[in-house]
């Protein structure tokens, strides 16, 4: 059963940055899909940033690349996620994902995702 616990977020200007983390414990394997999503009211979940730790593949939504880096400690299980020039629209709930048997390509995808964290608020205000 793969639990995962989420740190960071908050409050911010805009233009400013801010970094979540995501520890996940109870994976089997070595390679797995970890990622970050986020969502408003009445809008689906979609996919922030996500790597697949077999080939090291990062993905990036169109609104995160170029301002977002996504960061993975294999070791210690941990997926790190820096919004740098962060937008009032970069404003959602904040939700770790991560899947050890999903293809690489998936990784992004919400759906694909089978364990969840609770969830941060991030606010840029």
């Known amino acids: 059963h793969v639990q995962l616990v989420e740190s960071g977020g908050g409050l911010v200007q805009p233009g400013g940055s801010l970094r979540l983390s995501c520890t996940a414990s109870g994976l089997t394997y070595t390679r797995y899909c970890m990622g970050w999503f986020r969502q408003v009211p009445g809008k689906e979940r979609e996919g922030v940033a996500a790597?697949?730790?077999?080939?090291?593949?990062?993905y990036f939504s169109d609104s995160a690349r170029g301002r977002f880096t996504l960061s993975h400690d294999l070791a210690r299980n941990t997926l790190t996620l820096v919004m740098n020039s962060l937008k009032p629209e970069d404003t959602a709930m904040y939700y770790c994902?991560?899947?050890?048997?999903?293809?690489?390509?998936?990784?992004?995808?919400?759906?694909?995702?089978?364990?969840w964290g609770q969830g941060t608020q991030v606010t840029v205000s």
């Open positions: 790597i697949y730790t077999g080939d090291r593949a990062r």
């Open positions: 994902a991560a899947d050890e048997f999903v293809e690489s390509r998936a990784c992004i995808v919400a759906d694909e995702q089978g364990s």
